[in-house]
Nanobody, 127 residues
Framework: EVQLVESGGGLVQAGGSLRLSCAAS????????IGWFRQAPGKEREGVAC????????YYTDSGKGRFTISSDNAKNTVYLQMNSLKPEDTADYYC????????????????????WGQGTQVTVSS
């Protein structure tokens, strides 16, 4: 079964850290780019960061630069999002998504380019 499963969300105080995981199965990991996205209450879903497990290249949107780090463990078919210095405005449902790497504009981290989505994990940052 082709799927992405997120985990690692939770409640954290402002200034704290969380590491989200995205476990992929059912497809060739190296052939895809994996992105992290988030959707805050009442807002549109937005891109945070993306990685190509094949070569380790990464891209960040303004929402992800500076405090967030995306990485992958190819042996485990898993992508991580390390989030540090969390702020209340980081509160959102976080999703990982995949797109076939070759021929796509995956590096733009646009929601519309990604077709395979996980169910999401909730992150709440208290002030």
């Amino acid at each position: 079964e082709v799927q992405l499963v997120e985990s690692g969300g939770g409640l954290v105080q402002a200034g704290g850290s969380l590491r989200l995981s995205c476990a992929a199965s059912g497809f060739i990991f190296d052939d895809y780019a994996i992105g992290w996205f988030r959707q805050a209450p009442g807002k549109e879903r937005e891109g945070v960061a993306c990685i190509s497990p094949r070569d380790g290249s990464t891209y960040y949107t303004d929402s992800g630069k500076g405090r967030f780090t995306i990485s992958s463990d190819n042996a485990k078919n898993t992508v991580y999002l390390q989030m540090n210095s969390l702020k209340p405005e980081d509160t959102a449902d976080y999703y990982c998504a995949a797109v076939f790497r070759d021929g796509s504009s995956w590096y733009r981290v646009n929601v519309g380019d990604f077709g395979l989505w996980g169910q999401g994990t909730q992150v709440t940052v208290s002030s």
